[in-house]
């Protein structure tokens, strides 16, 4: 029994956690044994040697970080599944406040950020059966920095990247962090639809009001976020007054 039990209440107890040092991707992992893995699988690893991010870039994942991912099965319709995301967002949050008194706030659609910093990253994959439009499982993957690696953060994302704590490593903070999240998540995630987590998400949106860019392939165009519908979905002023509205899928915005 690893230490993290101990830390686990209600509906995430009955969760089943594998910690391990390394391993090539914990969203991978899951995604290849999901068939024969039961809803409530988590795996967490101390280090990635594959990390993967959204739109397929991939995720520095050094030592010092937390990177876990859960499996879920739940009876979800397919378009409902950006409110997996969403609702990790805010769980993480809360966990992350739990744990350091850290103010966190969202990045839309799944990164969470302290102090204008990126601090965690969130990738949701799952598959749908085509025949009853339900998800046959969702994978939520979850890494943050919750320490600075010893020789700094890697150059690729040094002016973007920070920290829940500084650089001093200490793996209970990590383990609490860990048993936090599978706490909020198993609340949230019986609802992941829910109203009033959405309104949670836009009260800790850093994004609504400002400007951003919106990345889609090469291009690149400025914009005003105005909000962020029930949907989930992002509102965007351009600059000729048009307003669209963004799923997660189609783009990236970076402030
Ligand atoms: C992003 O920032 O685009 C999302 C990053 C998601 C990273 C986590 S770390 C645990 C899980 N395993 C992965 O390979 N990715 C997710």
Same mark, same amino acid.
């Given at each position: 029994?690893n230490a993290?039990y101990?830390l686990?209440?209600n %509906?995430a107890?009955?969760y089943?956690?594998?910690?391990v *040092?390394?391993i090539n ?6 995604? /290849?044994n999901?068939?024969?893995?039961k ?9 990635q040697?594959a %990390?993967?991010g ?7 994942? @050094?030592k ?8 879920i099965?739940p009876?979800?319709c397919?378009?409902?599944s950006l409110f997996?995301?969403?609702?990790t967002?805010?769980?993480v949050?809360?966990a ?5 008194d ?8 799944? *990164?969470?950020?302290?102090? %204008?910093?990126k ?6 994959e799952?598959?749908?059966?085509p025949k009853?439009?339900l998800? /046959?499982y969702a ?5 943050? #920095?919750?320490?600075e690696p ?6 690729e994302i040094?002016?973007?990247a920070?920290a829940?704590?500084?650089k001093?490593? /200490?793996?209970?903070n990590i383990?609490?962090l860990a048993a936090?999240?599978l ?5 949230l995630?019986a609802e992941p639809h829910?109203? @009033?987590?959405?309104?949670?998400y836009? #009260?800790r949106?850093?994004?609504?009001g400002?400007?951003?860019d919106i ?5 690149t165009?400025?914009a ?5 519908d *029930?949907?989930a979905a992002i509102?965007?002023e ?6 669209i509205?963004?799923?997660s899928?189609?783009?990236?915005i970076r402030?």
């Amino acid at each position: 029994m690893n230490a993290i039990y101990e830390l686990l209440k209600n %509906g995430a107890k009955n969760y089943s956690v594998t910690v391990v *040092d390394e391993i090539n991707s914990t969203n991978s992992y899951l995604k /290849d044994n999901a068939e024969n893995l039961k809803d409530g699988a988590v795996i967490i690893a101390k280090k990635q040697t594959a %990390g993967r991010g959204r739109l397929g870039r991939s995720f520095i994942s @050094e030592k010092g970080g937390l990177y876990m991912s859960l499996l879920i099965k739940p009876s979800l319709c397919a378009e409902k599944s950006l409110f997996i995301t969403t609702t990790t967002a805010v769980a993480v949050a809360r966990a992350i406040e739990a744990v350091s008194d850290k103010k966190t706030g969202i990045k839309w659609v799944n *990164d969470l950020f302290i102090d %204008g910093k990126k601090v965690c990253g969130i990738l949701v994959e799952s598959t749908t059966n085509p025949k009853t439009g339900l998800l /046959d499982y969702a994978v939520i993957g979850i890494g943050v #920095n919750v320490y600075e690696p010893e020789s700094g953060f890697d150059a690729e994302i040094k002016d973007i990247a920070g920290a829940v704590f500084g650089k001093n490593n /200490d793996n209970g903070n990590i383990t609490r962090l860990a048993a936090e999240i599978l706490n909020q998540l198993s609340d949230l995630l019986a609802e992941p639809h829910s109203k @009033e987590v959405l309104n949670e998400y836009r #009260n800790r949106s850093v994004v609504i009001g400002k400007k951003v860019d919106i990345i889609k392939g090469s291009n690149t165009v400025s914009a005003t976020v105005i909000d962020i519908d *029930d949907d989930a979905a992002i509102i965007l002023e351009l600059s000729n007054g048009e307003v669209i509205k963004k799923t997660s899928g189609e783009i990236s915005i970076r402030l």
